[in-house]
């Protein structure tokens, strides 16, 4: 699963990238940037301090840091090769700028986040119209061309489809487009320094809503400091910014969630582990993102909600009390699910 970052030029998109993985990309490089960040998770972190295992596993999301377009004079952020490296992502991140420039200029996040997703409907419309005047060539394409039609018009009105009513049998229909629009997004507002401890301002908060999108608060300088510090001397400086936790924290979680991605627990003195799947899936094939051959043999889960181990502290408490469920392949996996699986082949 990856997680796309764009921006404006001189939004700080690449400062956020390398804060966030400790890469340095080479300017030069035309190459996308792929970063693997893992996952926060107070969960694991307590299954670990139960069972001391051997290994312990988190979660993870790649991040890419996508070359900006290659005509920098140009306020823009999408040329053909941007918007064919994008459609890879599974999710987007823009980052915008909300700090003074080096001349001083006013920031200007309302207007960034109004062009950027105008530039996404526009290169979805052209996607549209040249696959509908193929399309009208043929025969027997009368279903692709209404719903086609149907985002056109969604589109044309300035509208993300991102914010269009369609079915999960119309997902899978145009699944193939690669919709930019469509995508989820994540708009990551890159403050100064000083400006760390801000909340999202609300008109910004608001212009992201009515795009679909989440915003949050991130200072790409701060979290390269943070990342350069012992982690001994890592809370004291972010209680000293007015941080309960680096914004790095809460960006990469809002990111997991983003993708639509929950994750399930397996717990032993072997390893704890955070397992990624998406939101709805059965037993039977969260099963097999550990093993085929669960999947394949699936008997049954067992499964504890992690709220009743923590606060019973061990399986065969929460057996004594009546919080272990057996449950069978078509049970839907709740976040934070501490599952067992029973299996033969």
């Known amino acids: 699963m990856k997680v796309g970052l764009a921006g404006f030029p001189a939004s700080g998109k690449t400062t956020v990238f390398s804060a966030l993985t400790g890469l340095r990309p080479d300017p030069a490089d035309r190459r996308a940037q792929l970063g693997v960040i893992k996952v926060p998770d107070a969960r694991v972190d307590f299954l670990a301090s139960v069972y001391a295992p051997r290994k312990t596993t988190y979660a993870e999301v790649t991040f890419v840091d996508f070359p900006g377009a290659r005509d ?51 290169a979805d419309l052209v996607q549209i119209e040249r696959r509908l005047e193929r399309a009208r060539k043929e025969r027997g394409h009368e279903r692709e061309i209404a719903l086609l039609g149907r985002l ?17 049998e119309e997902r899978t229909q145009i699944a193939g487009f690669a919709f930019l629009s469509l995508r989820p997004l994540l708009v990551v507002l890159n403050v100064a320094e000083s400006e760390v401890a801000r909340a999202v301002p609300a008109a910004v908060a608001a212009r992201a809503a009515a795009a679909g999108a989440e915003a949050i608060v991130l200072s790409a300088r701060v979290e390269a400091e943070v990342a350069e510090l012992d982690p001994a001397d890592r809370a004291a400086f972010l209680e000293e910014l007015g941080l309960a936790e680096p914004a790095r924290d809460r960006f990469v979680r809002a990111s997991y969630a ?27 094939k969260a099963a097999g993102r550990i093993h085929s051959d669960m999947e394949r043999g699936f008997i049954r889960a067992e499964v504890i909600a992690f709220e009743d181990f923590q606060r019973y502290g061990s399986e065969a408490r929460c057996r004594e009390a009546g919080k272990l469920r057996l449950e069978g392949k078509d049970y839907v996996v709740q976040d934070g699910d501490i599952i067992h699986f029973r299996f033969a082949v």
């Open 258 to 284: 983003l993708l639509d991605l929950i994750s399930f627990l397996t717990a032993g003195e072997d390893e704890c582990r955070a397992w990624p799947i998406r939101r709805g899936t059965t037993a039977r």
């Open 72 to 122: 920098s004079a140009k306020r823009t952020v999408l040329d053909a090769d941007m918007i064919a490296a994008l459609r890879d992502a599974d999710a987007l991140v823009e980052v915008v700028r909300a700090f003074p420039d080096v001349a001083g200029a006013s920031p200007d996040p309302q207007r960034d986040i109004d062009a950027f997703d105008t530039e996404l409907v526009l």
């Open 152 to 168: 056109r018009t969604h589109l044309e009105e300035g509208k993300p489809l991102r914010l269009c009513a369609l079915t999960a």
